[in-house]
């Protein structure tokens, strides 16, 4: 079994950074896929951003230029830095992997989502 754990998320002014983690933990063979999705209230959950094994990404517009996405493959950790928040980055965040476990094959985890509040 894969668990993801999300960290970094708190309150931030506009104009501000962070940056969010998404740990992989368990039997793992391999992650092909890593997406973060924001979910903001009201809102339907939505993709922020996506990296492959291979390193390849791809953004929402609404982020673009703003946020960047990055894989420490050893240690089974995506970072998502996002500068310039904006209060319409105000959700919860959630990170999402797909990839290969020793035994159970194929896995599709998500994590419990971290909130990012962005007000003065």
């Known amino acids: 079994q894969v668990r993801l754990v999300e960290s970094g998320g708190g309150l931030v002014q506009p104009g501000g950074s962070l940056r969010l983690s998404c740990s992989a933990s368990g039997t793992i063979f391999s992650i092909n896929t890593t997406t973060w999705y924001r979910q903001a209230p009201g809102k339907q959950r939505e993709l922020v951003a996506r990296?492959?094994?291979?390193?390849?990404?791809n953004f929402a517009d609404s982020v673009k230029g703003r946020f960047t996405i990055s894989r420490d493959n050893a240690e089974h950790t995506v970072y998502l830095q996002m500068n310039n928040l904006k209060p319409e980055d105000t959700a919860v965040y959630y990170c999402?992997?797909?990839?290969?476990?020793?035994?159970?094959?194929?896995?599709?985890?998500w994590g419990q989502g971290t909130q990012v509040t962005v007000s003065s």
């Open positions: 999402n992997a797909e990839g290969s476990s020793w035994s159970d094959g194929p896995f599709d985890s």
């Open positions: 990296i492959t094994g291979s390193g390849s990404t």
